[in-house]
């Protein structure tokens, strides 16, 4: 059973270089996918460095900054046209530790999608300032309430897709682009019926490297979510 990282960077030269040999050392089924979206820091270079010194490195050079949810469709299309079996979501500053990547890994043998999460045993988010925090615990509180889901964590983005779902969902579909994009793929996922598991993680905030949180991706998950619960009253989901 292979399995692919996607890994989206914007101007993350110093974690890359780190990053990538931590996954690949996590389980030799595992491969990376960067999708680097022309950073200035030279990111994507780095990658094609990177992947020249290992097979099982590859890269997906975007022209322009358009934002996470892009870079993900793009990279599970890139996924699709190849052989894996299990596509990973994560980030690449080391919020998402790649020592959980093999619980996902085990978790997916038993699940179409896993999650995971930092509020399946309380709060696992460390260094974040308190305000950061409410928001996100929050923003799940309401993602919660108005899907219907009963997931604790719907807006994180360390996750581990069966082929089979992404196969499922519509990604041209797809239009959010922030946080609202986590909750979008899950809850697509859901509605057609996979299976959801959610795994324990600790959230570490980002040691390296400038944050890219803005209002307008909090605007975005706050009216995301009731449109999603129309499209699937509406039956216009697909
Ligand atoms: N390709 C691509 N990657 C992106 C883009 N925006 C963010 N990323 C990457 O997506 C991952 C998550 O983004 P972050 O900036 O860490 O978002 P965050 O965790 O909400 O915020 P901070 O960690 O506080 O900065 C990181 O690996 C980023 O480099 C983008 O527009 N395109
Ligand atoms: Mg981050």
Same mark, same amino acid.
């Given at each position: 059973?292979?399995?692919? !990282?996607?890994?989206?960077?914007?101007?993350?030269?110093?974690?890359?270089?780190?990053? !990538?040999?931590?996954?690949?050392?996590?389980?030799?089924?595992?491969?990376?996918?960067?999708?680097?979206?022309?950073?200035?820091?030279?990111?994507?270079?780095?990658?094609?460095?990177?992947?020249?010194?290992?097979?099982?490195? *590859?890269?997906?050079?975007?022209?322009?900054?358009?934002?996470?949810?892009?870079?993900?469709? #793009?990279?599970?299309?890139?996924?699709?046209? *190849?052989?894996?079996? $299990?596509?990973?979501?994560?980030?690449?500053?080391?919020? *998402?530790?790649? %020592?959980?990547?093999?619980?996902?890994?085990? #978790?997916?043998?038993?699940?179409?999608?896993?999650?995971?999460?930092?509020?399946?045993?309380? !709060?696992?988010?460390?260094?974040?300032?308190?305000?950061?925090?409410?928001?996100? =615990? =929050?923003?799940? #509180? =309401?993602? %919660?309430?108005?899907?219907?889901?009963?997931?604790?964590?719907?807006?994180?983005?360390?996750? $581990?897709?069966?082929? %089979?779902?992404?196969?499922?969902?519509?990604?041209?579909?797809?239009?959010?682009?922030? =946080? #609202?994009?986590?909750?979008?793929?899950?809850?697509?996922?859901?509605?057609?019926?996979?299976?959801?598991?959610?795994?324990?993680? !600790?959230?570490?905030?980002?040691?390296?490297?400038?944050?890219?949180?803005?209002?307008?991706?909090?605007?975005?998950?706050?009216?995301?979510?009731?449109?999603?619960?129309?499209?699937?009253?509406?039956?216009?989901?697909?």
């Amino acid at each position: 059973m292979n399995a692919l !990282v996607v890994l989206p960077t914007y101007n993350e030269k110093d974690n890359l270089l780190r990053i !990538v040999p931590e996954i690949l050392a996590q389980d030799e089924r595992l491969s990376v996918l960067v999708v680097d979206d022309n950073s200035p820091d030279g990111t994507g270079q780095l990658a094609d460095q990177l992947a020249k010194e290992s097979g099982r490195v *590859h890269v997906l050079h975007r022209k322009a900054k358009e934002g996470l949810g892009k870079a993900y469709l #793009a990279g599970f299309r890139w996924a699709l046209a *190849h052989p894996f079996e $299990c596509i990973l979501e994560m980030d690449a500053d080391f919020s *998402h530790h790649p %020592r959980y990547l093999p619980d996902l890994l085990l #978790a997916s043998e038993s699940a179409d999608l896993v999650l995971g999460s930092r509020y399946v045993s309380g !709060v696992n988010v460390v260094n974040w300032p308190m305000g950061r925090l409410l928001l996100s =615990y =929050y923003a799940n #509180a =309401y993602a %919660r309430r108005v899907t219907g889901l009963s997931v604790r964590d719907l807006t994180g983005g360390f996750k $581990c897709f069966r082929r %089979r779902v992404l196969e499922a969902i519509d990604l041209d579909a797809v239009h959010s682009n922030g =946080y #609202a994009f986590q909750i979008e793929m899950t809850f697509r996922a859901w509605k057609r019926g996979f299976s959801i598991r959610e795994v324990p993680i !600790v959230f570490t905030d980002r040691e390296q490297g400038n944050s890219k949180m803005s209002k307008a991706i909090v605007r975005e998950a706050i009216w995301m979510v009731p449109k999603l619960r129309w499209l699937s009253w509406t039956g216009q989901l697909g």
